[in-house]
């Protein structure tokens, strides 16, 4: 009876989910086409990929879907499961904030930038007191703010072509979630009163915007001395998401390659130290039998200058 219960409740709660991500352009050439469109897609589609249905979905199942439940075979790529648990690991391990036991830097803060559903800021929240998630998809944004306050939500998981089954996420019962707020924004016109971070995470983001390197310059400003920069990417250059003038890898200049790794050294070794790199994999379901395995690099860069 309990489970019933509960299940109620959350379904009641996705109504007013549901009807959001039900007010998207309709008409649109292709509009039919991205909305059925699984996130792991190569077709691009820019940021209205992330306004539907199924990317709520597949992200919540990304994010908050139990080891067994993302990939239950025998066989299969484990080390890229508890991917947001990994990334919140690797600030915790690298942002000095958090080992200042005198008090007198204040509470640290955290940005999860491109939080998606919130995964991550809330895994973040096991140990920094303060964590702003924001994203630029508004139905993101929703999904998350919904998961602050009941701390469930439901969601469809696909199994074969139109057979679908329902599923909960669940942020884990010892994160305290009121550490964490989610708010919608651009991470390339980031507010000016955003700044002196104690860490910013990026994960899988820096490829998806139209104006990375205004980011990259953004950051200077937005992380105080000492803090980190947790920048995470597969370099998953497409025209759909960024127009080809604006990447910062992956193509050839003068006959030679351009790597995206060796742009970020250079726009930031200024004001930042490389202090760790490492591959991260990732894992997407897409359905029962199909996944999308991705590997990030994971770089840490820690703000120069004298802390407080």
């Known amino acids: 009876m309990a489970g019933i219960v509960v299940g109620s409740v959350a379904g009641a709660g996705l109504t007013l989910l549901i009807q959001r991500l039900s007010k998207l352009r309709k008409g649109g050439k292709g509009d039919g086409e991205i909305q059925e469109r699984s996130t792991t897609s190569s077709a691009g589609g820019g940021a209205a990929a992330y306004e539907t249905k199924?990317?709520?979905?597949?992200?919540?199942?990304?994010?908050?879907?139990?080891?067994?439940?993302?990939?239950?075979?025998?066989?299969?790529p484990k080390e890229a499961l508890n991917f947001t648990t990994r990334l919140a690991q690797l600030c915790e391990r690298h942002c000095e904030a958090l080992r200042d036991f005198t008090g007198e830097r204040g509470d640290a803060v955290a940005l999860d930038?491109?939080?998606a559903v919130g995964g991550a800021?809330?895994?973040?929240?096991?140990?920094?007191?303060?964590?702003?998630?924001?994203?630029?998809?508004?139905?993101?944004?929703?999904?998350?703010n919904y998961m602050k306050d009941k701390g469930f939500c439901e969601y469809e998981a696909v199994v074969e072509g139109d057979i679908k089954a329902t599923c909960m996420a669940a942020v884990p019962a010892d994160i305290d979630r009121t550490r964490v707020r989610f708010m919608q924004g651009d991470a390339c016109a980031l507010p000016a009163d955003l700044a002196q971070l104690d860490c910013v995470l990026a994960a899988n983001l820096l490829c998806r915007l139209p104006e990375p390197m205004a980011f990259i310059n953004r950051c200077r400003s937005l992380i105080k001395?000492?803090?980190?920069?947790?920048?995470?990417?597969?370099?998953?250059?497409?025209?759909?998401?960024?127009?080809?003038?604006?990447?910062?890898?992956?193509?050839?200049?003068?006959?030679?390659?351009?790597?995206?790794?060796?742009?970020?050294?250079?726009?930031?070794?200024?004001?930042?130290?490389?202090v760790a790199s490492s591959d991260v994999p990732f894992l997407i379901r897409e359905h029962a039998r199909k996944f999308q395995w991705g590997c990030s690099n994971a770089l840490v860069w820690k703000r120069k200058g004298r802390t407080a």
């Open 225 to 274: 001395p000492g803090g980190v920069l947790v920048l995470v990417s597969p370099y998953s250059w497409l025209k759909g998401w960024t127009d080809k003038s604006k990447w910062l890898g992956g193509y050839y200049k003068d006959g030679k390659p351009v790597r995206t790794y060796d742009t970020i050294c250079a726009a930031l070794s200024p004001d930042f130290e490389l």
């Open 121 to 144: 800021a809330f895994e973040l929240a096991r140990a920094f007191p303060h964590v702003l998630g924001i994203d630029y998809s508004h139905h993101f944004v929703d999904a998350a």
């Open 113 to 115: 930038l491109g939080c």
């Open 54 to 76: 199924k990317a709520v979905d597949e992200y919540l199942q990304f994010h908050f879907a139990a080891p067994t439940d993302l990939l239950p075979y025998a066989n299969g």
